[in-house]
């Protein structure tokens, strides 16, 4: 295969910490086969599949299927997440040593949100992963400190008559686990990073010498709260947008390293459970296909951060963080390698359903952007050439 890569830019193969699949459970609105076709369409040659599937990821079976799946695909390596307790809000750690030790080899665990409820639970399982040598991520989702959150708790919800879900419920959980990780000698991993203060906290532990990292999504870089005035249920998502000051804090925050790298969040849903009311819509956006635009308008555009930062953000942070020893180092010669080209003046229109993701649940529809991956090979294959994924 021959690719003209002229005016183009090479970057590794990119690692997304952050994605949902919907297989086993919702195969209607994602599968791994169709999940895999959007990381590799979205320049990905790695992906961690979260565990909030049904059945739940807390056992071997599931893990094992989600790896397996994903290399009979081909196209992504598809890294199960493992759920730190048995169901997703369950009072008993689950068999994270069995996990890790399966065709699978989970490195990371989480519970979506659910297991922060408890601070004991999140203790032991902190404990516990630090013994193991595995990450637990954290979703600082919940509590929502309101019984009827949906949105970002400030003017713009107040004035649509939305409930409001506070920075405080985040950012109390970010301070809290930083300084459990402290106790236990543990890493903990803050997922979608998404306010002002989640970055002056993650400031204050790195300081303090905590393992802390984080990521944030590519939504929270680019929307904010004004996009609820339509009450589209499109734009609904855990964490909420926010406010613009939270963006500039987190585009900042990325820039500097505060904040470690992006995650997309990726969370496919079915048109039915979008299209209706703003509270009942499922939180939740399309991101594996749009990452890289929204990074390159963002980020690089305004002189935020280069492309070896991108590299850095998308690839080689990532694949640190969660520990997979063949990403972000230098290649030998002849070695099949994970790369990703960009063409940094590729302009492109969003249309949700010309995406390889099943469901169509974009906040871009109709956008225009000017960057895009044209080409990704997953150990020296071609996965997409032009644009176009090779199943
Ligand atoms: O908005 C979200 N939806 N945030 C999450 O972290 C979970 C996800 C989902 O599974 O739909
Ligand atoms: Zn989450
Ligand atoms: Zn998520
Ligand atoms: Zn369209």
């Given amino acids: ?27 209607d609105t994602e599968t791994i086969e169709s999940g895999s076709a959007a990381a590799a369409a979205g320049g990905y040659t790695a992906v961690f599949a979260m565990a909030n599937t049904s059945p739940v990821a807390d056992s071997v079976v599931v ?6 799946r994903g290399q009979e695909v081909g196209l992504v390596d598809v890294h199960p997440v493992g759920a730190v307790t048995v169901g997703l809000a369950g009072t008993q750690l689950a068999e994270m040593a069995t996990m890790a ?23 032991r399982a902190l404990e516990y992963s630090s013994a193991l040598g595995v990450l637990i991520a954290q979703h600082a989702e919940e509590p929502r400190l309101t019984v009827d959150a949906v949105a970002h708790e400030g003017p713009t919800a107040a004035r649509l008559g939305l409930g409001g879900w506070p920075r405080a419920a985040e950012e109390s959980i970010v301070a809290r686990d930083a300084l459990l990780a402290r106790d ?5 991993h803050i997922c979608h990073a998404s306010t002002a203060g989640t970055v002056e906290l993650l400031k204050w532990a790195k300081g303090q010498g905590i393992s802390i990292t984080a990521e944030v999504t590519p939504h929270h870089l680019l929307l904010d709260d004004s996009r609820l005035e339509t009450y589209d249920g499109v734009n609904r998502v855990n964490p909420p947008l926010r406010e613009r000051s939270d963006v500039e804090a987190l585009r900042a925050a990325l820039a500097d390293g505060t904040v470690d790298c992006v995650g997309t969040d990726h969370a496919p849903h079915a048109e039915q459970d979008k299209c209706c009311e703003f509270a009942q819509a499922r939180p939740g956006m399309l991101g594996l296909e749009t ?8 980020m690089v555009e305004p002189g935020l951060l280069d492309w ?25 010669v002849g070695e099949p390698a994970n790369l990703t080209l960009v063409d940094p003046n590729h302009e492109w229109t969003v249309h949700g359903p010309a995406l390889a993701s099943i469901a169509n649940n974009t906040p871009y529809e109709a956008m225009t952007f000017g960057a895009k991956v044209t080409a990704t090979l997953l150990r020296g294959r071609p996965t997409v050439l032009g644009s176009v994924v090779q199943r």
């Fill in 308 to 332: 070896r930062g991108v590299a850095r953000v998308m690839s080689e942070r990532p694949a640190e963080i969660v520990g997979l020893p063949d990403q972000g180092r230098p290649i030998a």
């Fill in 63 to 68: 893990t094992d299927h989600v790896w397996r």
């Fill in 101 to 123: 030790a399966g065709v699978g080899q989970v490195k990371m665990f989480s519970d979506d949100g659910h297991c922060v409820h408890d601070p004991l639970m999140m203790r």
């Fill in 1 to 27: 295969t021959v690719v003209d890569a002229a005016g183009q830019i090479l970057l590794p193969g990119f690692v997304d910490m952050h994605t949902h699949l919907r297989e086993p459970g919702r195969e």
């Fill in 291 to 298: 990452a890289l635009a929204i990074i390159a308008q963002t």
């Fill in 184 to 188: 236990a000698g543990a890493r903990v």
